[in-house]
């Protein structure tokens, strides 16, 4: 495997954390350095782990967890997805709280280990190919970071024009890609 082949991957890997990403900038008002940097780390540092422990654990641990990886994510995915609908429904109007709410550690943890599941699997086709590890799970992590940052500011951009609306596109997003993952791993795995 070459370095075209595992930077595709990487962006392959990344979609669900841009999507993500694009949510949490939706959710504020104007962001400021460390909510473009907070995705941009949770997400590629997770991205980055998941092939390593996927990588040297093998597929003994994979098998476990396929049959229920795309239950956890679908759960996580649905229930923040579900708390943003809610929220903004709420007369709460202070937006520059609920935006920082979104990227407070748990909810980032919840986030991140949801949207990076599926790399376990892409970790032991890595040990098939005996590629360097390291070096993969490298560029992984710093192209996730990357797209989740552009994610942010693409979502603050469309967030700053839809202001009522925005939160709610967000939910469904989430709740989007959570059944997304749900439907392609009973029905086309």
């Excluded at 890997?13 to 990403?21: E, G, H, K, R, T």
Aim: proline share 2%; glycine share 8%; charged share 15%.
């Amino acid at each position: 495997m070459n370095y075209p082949e595992i930077i595709l991957i990487a962006v392959g890997l990344s979609m669900d954390a841009f999507a993500v990403s694009v949510t949490l900038g939706l959710s504020v008002k104007k962001p400021a350095f460390k909510e473009y940097l907070i995705p941009g780390l949770f997400f590629g540092f997770f991205q980055a782990l998941m092939p390593m422990i996927g990588y040297f654990t093998g597929s003994m641990f994979t098998e476990k967890i396929q049959f229920f990886e795309h239950w956890i994510a679908f759960i996580l995915l649905s229930v923040i997805g579900g708390k943003m609908i809610k929220d903004a429904f709420t007369k709460d109007n202070d937006e520059e709280k609920i935006g920082q709410n979104r990227f407070a550690f748990l909810n980032m943890l919840l986030l991140a280990t949801a949207t990076s599941i599926d790399a376990l699997a892409v970790g032991v086709t890595f040990a098939f190919f005996q590629i360097k590890i390291f070096t993969a799970i490298a560029i992984i992590g710093f192209t996730t970071f990357c797209i989740s940052i552009i994610g942010v500011k693409i979502g603050n951009i469309f967030g700053m024009k839809f202001k009522s609306k925005a939160e709610i596109t967000g939910g469904i997003i989430l709740v989007a890609l959570g059944v997304k993952i749900l439907i392609e791993h009973l029905f086309f795995n």
